[in-house]
């Protein structure tokens, strides 16, 4: 009788294991979801000021048809791109077409004096710095997610209802991990 009390008792400690594990995963790979669409809301708030620089930027330099017509097809390409991986090489691509057109704009110093160039720029960085919070928190819950899949013995529950890894939010090019040099 003691022995069946004993297996039925570890029997339910299993299953409520299983099911605290299962919801726990489930909660983990919804965050994960939920970051990739905040990365999704900030990109779309930068992409959207982009026509407006790129505007402003036209009116004293229309002669560089070359720089805009790069930072439009590199937007193109970020608000097309599907994944961390094709995702961040898009943004690196309209990062570098930015770099671009914001040398142009060194250019010319009654368009830097302008207020609205101002304020778009200003936007532009609060845009950027929104963007990377919200790639550390997607990397934080996706490592999260991942840790809970990959460990013994929640990888049991994670293989027995198909969860997956998620993919890091990473950069492109491995040159750019790499500390610039300054030399004087």
């Not at 407006?52 to 791109?81: I, M, P, Q, S, W």
């Amino acid at each position: 009788m003691r022995a069946g009390i004993a297996l039925g008792a570890l029997v339910v400690i299993i299953l409520l294991w299983g099911v605290f594990s299962y919801n726990r995963l489930v909660r983990l790979r919804v965050r994960a979801e939920e970051s990739w669409r905040d990365i999704d809301t900030q990109l779309k708030r930068r992409w959207d000021l982009i026509p407006n620089l790129v505007e402003a930027v036209k009116g004293y330099a229309a002669h560089e048809k070359g720089v805009f017509e790069r930072v439009t097809e590199a937007r193109a390409r970020a608000l097309d791109a599907k994944g961390p991986r094709e995702q961040a090489e898009a943004e690196e691509g309209l990062k570098n077409a930015l770099f671009s057109l914001f040398a142009v704009a060194e250019n010319y110093p009654q368009l830097r004096a302008n207020e609205n160039f101002l304020e778009l720029q200003r936007t532009l960085e609060e845009a950027e710095d929104a963007i990377q919070r919200s790639r550390r928190y997607y990397n934080a819950v996706v490592r999260e997610l991942n840790t809970n899949i990959l460990t013994f013995p929640r990888s049991i529950i994670a293989a027995i209802f198909h969860f997956k890894e998620r993919e890091f939010y990473m950069l492109p090019d491995e040159e750019e991990r790499q500390a610039p040099q300054v030399r004087f």
